[in-house]
């Protein structure tokens, strides 16, 4: 597709279960981003990719989160373990990186621990 | 206290007014400026871009960044009830860094 997919879009899970969040950004970004948005919140940055390596993955809140990407294009962010206040929107989003500061989001994975 | 600070609103005006919508950030190595729109239950949009201190137009919008200040501005002109939405501003030290975003700030524009 032409823009940030993301999947699941909605998903609720007990709290304790694990769970992944998938990120396909705009095809010949090497740039993604992975932010947080609780609700009445703004975006809270979690962890920055450019190609498969992560220089910046100073937001994850705890070891309980991770994310990789591969092959320069999927990401997969996971929570281990969630609890309560997992709750929260998980926006992805791309750009061209060095090349310029335009990042594009995509609709988020609203994630529900019950 | 927050790198970027933004009046979370809510934000009421009648439909026609001028809009004003602000932030304040403490960290003079940004200089990457941005606007993002997000409508309810969908994902940011982006608005306008500045780079540095300055104006930048684009048809009702205006975007306005003083450096010497730390202080961004948004101003809608002649607004209309498709304008309600939450407005983020942004702001990176970097070309391709990561986006240190404010809170939001909810605007209504009733008819």
């Known amino acids: 597709g032409a823009g940030v997919s993301q999947s699941p879009s909605n998903k609720v899970t007990e709290k304790g279960k694990d769970v992944e969040l998938r990120c396909d950004p705009i095809?010949?970004?090497?740039?993604l981003y992975w932010y947080r948005q609780s609700l009445g919140q703004g975006l809270e940055f979690l962890i920055y990719?450019?190609?498969?390596?992560?220089?910046?993955k100073s937001g994850l809140p705890s070891d309980r989160f991770s994310a990789e990407r591969t092959g320069g294009s999927v990401s997969t962010l996971t929570i281990q373990r969630t609890q309560q206040e997992d709750s929260a929107v998980y926006l992805c989003a791309s750009s061209l990186g060095q090349s310029g500061n335009t990042i594009y989001f995509g609709e988020g994975s609203w994630l529900t621990v019950v | 206290q927050k790198e970027v600070e933004q009046d979370p609103g809510p934000l009421s005006v009648p439909e026609g007014a001028i809009v004003s919508l602000n932030c304040t950030y403490s960290?003079?190595?940004?200089?990457?400026f941005m606007w993002y729109r997000q409508y309810s239950r969908k994902g940011p949009e982006l608005l306008m871009y500045?780079?540095?201190?300055g104006n930048k137009e684009d048809g009702r919008f205006t975007a306005q960044v003083d450096k010497s200040s730390k202080y961004i501005s948004l101003f809608i002109r002649d607004s209309q009830p498709s304008d309600s939405a939450t407005y983020l501003c942004a702001m990176s030290a970097r070309l391709g860094g990561k986006l240190i975003f404010g809170q939001g700030t909810e605007l209504s524009v009733k008819p």
């Open positions: 990719f450019q190609g498969n390596s992560a220089p910046d």
């Open positions: 095809s010949g970004h090497t740039a």
């Open positions: 960290n003079s190595a940004f200089q990457y």
């Open positions: 500045t780079y540095s201190s």
